[in-house]
């Protein structure tokens, strides 16, 4: 994978990981095995 590639994907997918962290804080989850999990 070229550096573009990893610069656009992390731009698109922000805002999901975020929410996604945020979510499982807010569930009282382990948030780094929800992120495992995004991806």
Known sequence: MKRGDV???TKEHKVEIIN???RA???KKNP?????SFY
């Open 25 to 27: 804080i807010k569930e």
């Open 7 to 9: 610069m656009s994907f």
């Open 32 to 36: 780094y095995n929800e992120i495992l």
């Open 20 to 22: 996604t962290i945020l």
